[in-house]
């Protein structure tokens, strides 16, 4: 299975980015996506998710600014970021799995075991 991000840059403070990710060689049902993103000295969070029935949660810095989609099913997975803030600087993880059933959703990096190289997203004030 491999998760290849990108999409990621450089960009002022209340500008946009549109980040993709393209998975190969996963063909599970069921399946839960979502985007994380780590800052230097910094946890790994869960940004926005969304399920196989196209329900989606996002994390309450985020909310009404970023808006996780999937083209197709599974691929491409999309996060629309707008209006971004220098504290959404970070390295931006797109990640995936179905164990937990459909129906799932989840921001928390315990249950994904597929995960990307990740694309850094620096937004300067």
């Known amino acids: 299975v491999q998760l290849v991000e990108s999409g990621g840059g450089s960009v002022q403070s209340g500008g946009s980015l549109r980040l993709s990710c393209v998975v190969s060689g996963y063909t599970g049902r069921n399946v839960y996506m979502a985007w994380f993103r780590q800052a230097p000295g910094k946890e790994r969070e869960g940004v926005a998710t969304?399920?196989?029935?196209?329900?989606?949660t996002y994390a309450r810095s985020v909310k009404g600014r970023f808006t996780i989609s999937l083209d197709h099913a599974v691929n491409p997975l999309f996060l629309q970021m707008n209006n971004l803030k220098s504290e959404d600087t970070a390295k931006y993880y797109c990640?995936?799995?179905?164990?937990?059933?459909?129906?799932?959703?989840?921001?928390?990096?315990?249950?994904?075991?597929?995960w990307g190289q990740g694309t850094q997203v620096t937004v300067s004030s």
């Open positions: 990640a995936t799995d179905n164990r937990r059933g459909g129906g799932y959703l989840s921001l928390q990096t315990r249950d994904y075991s597929y």
């Open positions: 969304v399920n196989d029935i196209g329900i989606t």
